[in-house]
């Protein structure tokens, strides 16, 4: 299963995601979020979340992500999920 299968399967359940992903500045970053949709920006695909513990939006490169985990928490989304 790809992680946008996973992301996906998240989307349709209302449960988190478990994201691990290269951020810009070469860190790897694992994170609790809520999954919303994948869009192209400036010519490059972006998955955009909610950061549960930093409580706000974020997005990924799609090409940075290394791993998605979907969990057994559930949540009520804030905007439309759209994965």
Known sequence: MSFKDVIASAGRNL???I????????SIE?????????RIKGGTEKFF?????????RNFH????LSVEETTNS???RWSVEV
């Not at 979340?49 to 939006?57: A, H, L, T, V």
């Not at 799609?62 to 992500?65: D, E, L, N, T």
């Open 19 to 26: 994201i691990t992903a290269r951020e810009d500045d070469g």
């Open 15 to 17: 449960h988190t995601i």
């Open 62 to 65: 799609v090409s940075k992500i």
């Open 49 to 57: 979340c909610y950061d549960i513990q930093r409580g706000g939006i």
């Open 75 to 77: 949540f009520t989304p």
């Open 30 to 38: 694992t994170r609790e979020a809520e999954p919303y949709s994948f």
